[in-house]
């Protein structure tokens, strides 16, 4: 009898999956099972929350949880309550995102007193927050943080809106954190006046000599200080993200700065819509082949551009970018053109064969990709496995032929079309008998429009065979 009740109980037991099963299978339980289940054994406390290594702590998290919970965040005093017990029980948490949320002393000291194994933080937002609080980080607490994690924080992240609190952050994070590999602190626009400030001629040689991944504000006036930063940094660098805000003419120093950094795997331009397209041409000869052959990643933002430039755009990539993995491209157009005319097509970018993933954003409703963008995108393009396209203009008459060429790269895995209303939806099963059905490397398809009525749907195909409306 006891030996069949064992037996019996061991086959109802979650350990005849092992840990790394029901680790799994407990991550899918909502955050008020998580808290109640807790309690269940010392083996699920350690599965669920002991394991947990990344936290992001946002208004996401809060709305979850509100809702798991039943609970109503309204105060500051409930939300630090609910980060404290979220990190008393997860001890190695690696990586903590603060996001979006009242920024306190009281977070730092617990990240201090719990986070022990803290290697990564990112703190995306620091505002005054509701009820007219005003901001209540100090110099104490400031330093606590960083002399704890002094010799393993190796990424730290702030982007705020008070201008002192920036400067002392960036400061206290260069001279008491002498691993740091990455370092962000660009703020907002506003905030320029104040980089102003921090970059001079001797700033660059007091940054920790292990960063290889760095964020920068850059205007007319500290373009001849990125000189300095790229003679110190062009060989270690590998990860640059820079903001250009308002130039005039063209970056000369930038260009200088950019050829000297051969070890620069990914690379990040934003223009915040208010420099000329033109002013950036010199710049894709800089990342060329010659200067950064080890160049993987090539991400512009803020393209305020004639739909003519585009094409124009296109051509120069082909010719000294070529050799890049992952390219994204996000543009706005300063007049509507409902026109064909200079469609950009797939065969201008025939060199960048080596292009895994390809994401073009046009923000602004226009035609500029179509029909003839993906006409044989099969043979420009033979090794892309992530495309997105914003803005697409695929008509009834074409549809055919365009999902027979995406169909015929062999390595598409993940497919995100958003099209103008010109396009006509095939179905579920058209897209399942001409697309996935034939190339069974497609994991995900999704395929946006408005409808006459310009409601936004959104049609997912794949494993998801469902279909929903964006609210």
Same mark, same amino acid.
């Given at each position: ?147 704890? +994690? ?135 000869? =800089? ?21 003519? +430039? ?81 803005? =697409? =203009? ?12 995406? =169909? ?14 010109? +396009? ?48």
């Amino acid at each position: 009898m006891s030996t069949t009740t064992t037996t019996t109980t061991a086959k109802d037991s979650f350990d005849r999956f092992g840990d790394d099963l029901t680790e799994l299978l407990l991550r899918y339980l909502s955050n008020n099972d998580r808290l109640r289940l807790d309690c269940v054994s010392k083996q699920w406390q350690s599965l669920i929350f002991i394991r947990q290594t990344h936290l992001r702590f946002d208004d996401k998290l809060l709305k979850s949880w509100s809702k798991d919970l039943d609970i109503n965040f309204k105060t500051v005093n409930q939300i630090v309550k609910l980060f404290e017990s979220i990190v008393r029980k997860c001890p190695n948490l690696t990586s903590v995102i603060i996001s979006d949320v009242y920024l306190m002393n009281s977070y730092l000291d617990l990240l201090v007193q719990h986070c022990r194994q803290l290697r990564h933080l990112c703190l995306l937002s620091e505002t005054s927050g509701s009820g007219g609080h005003q901001r209540t980080l100090n110099d104490n607490t400031i330093d606590r943080l960083f002399l704890t +994690f002094a010799d393993q924080l190796l990424t730290f992240k702030f982007d705020g809106h008070d201008y002192d609190l920036n400067r002392q952050l960036f400061y206290k994070a260069i001279d008491l954190l002498p691993n740091l590999q990455t370092l962000d602190i660009t703020a907002n626009r506003k905030t320029i006046l104040y980089l102003n400030l921090i970059f001079t001629d001797d700033f660059c040689y007091v940054l920790p000599k292990t960063l290889n991944s760095f964020a920068v504000r850059l205007n007319n006036h500290l373009m001849p200080w990125f000189v300095l930063f790229a003679e110190t940094y062009g060989q270690q660098m590998l990860e640059l993200n820079i903001t250009i805000d308002k130039i005039s003419s063209p970056p000369d120093e930038l260009v200088t700065g950019l050829a000297q950094m051969s070890q620069l795997r990914q690379l990040t331009i934003d223009l915040i819509y208010n420099a000329s397209c033109e002013l950036f041409l010199p710049i894709l000869s =800089a990342i060329g082949h010659h200067n950064c052959p080890q160049l993987q990643g090539l991400h512009l933002k803020g393209l305020n551009c004639q739909k003519t +430039f585009v094409p124009q755009l296109f051509a120069e990539l082909n010719k000294h970018v070529s050799h890049v993995r992952q390219l994204s491209i996000m543009c706005s157009l300063v007049s509507y053109d409902s026109t064909i005319d200079n469609q950009v097509i797939s065969a201008a970018l025939n060199s960048m064969n080596r292009l895994t993933d390809l994401s073009i954003n046009v923000l602004f409703r226009c035609p500029l990709i179509g029909d003839q963008f993906f006409r044989d995108i099969h043979q420009h393009l033979p090794q892309l496995k992530r495309l997105r396209v914003d803005r =697409a =203009a695929i008509t009834a008459t074409t549809k055919a032929g365009t999902i027979q060429s995406l =169909a015929q790269l062999a390595n598409l895995t993940d497919l995100y079309l958003h099209c103008e209303p010109i +396009f006509i939806m095939p179905s579920p099963d058209y897209i399942d008998n001409h697309l996935i059905g034939v190339n069974t490397s497609v994991r995900h398809v999704c395929i946006k429009y408005s409808d006459s009525d310009h409601r936004p749907q959104t049609y997912l195909y794949g494993r998801y065979r469902s279909m929903i409306s964006d609210n």
